[in-house]
Nanobody, 120 residues
């Protein structure tokens, strides 16, 4: 059974940092494109960051939404089968539930989400 378990969310002041983790079981993250999405209250879920599977020619390449580019970094820890999202210079508009997603071919798995609140 595949599970993606996010952790690391919480309350942080504007300008602060958080690191989100997504621990995977039942799949090997190195075979998947791993994504972080977020959904703020009353809005649609949006893709924040993505890291492609190493099995592709673009393996390991990363992409970010314009709203987080230069502040967020997505990376893998294959030894721990975990994908992480380092979030710096956080803004109130980053407040949302953050979801981990694993995608490959017809496989599309989601975690349960972790709340990030940026507020003074």
């Amino acid at each position: 059974q595949v599970q993606l378990v996010e952790s690391g969310g919480g309350l942080v002041q504007p300008g602060g940092s958080l690191r989100l983790s997504c621990a995977a079981s039942g799949l090997t993250i190195s075979r998947y494109t791993m994504n972080w999405y977020r959904q703020a209250s009353g809005t649609e879920r949006e893709l924040v960051a993505s890291i492609s599977s190493p099995i592709f020619s673009t393996g390991g390449s990363t992409q970010y939404s314009n709203s987080v580019k230069g502040r967020f970094t997505i990376f893998r820890d294959n030894a721990k089968n975990t994908v992480l999202l380092q979030m710096n210079s956080l803004k109130p508009e980053d407040t949302a539930v953050y979801y981990c997603n694993a995608r490959f071919s017809n496989d599309n798995f989601w975690g349960q989400g972790t709340q990030v609140t940026v507020s003074s």
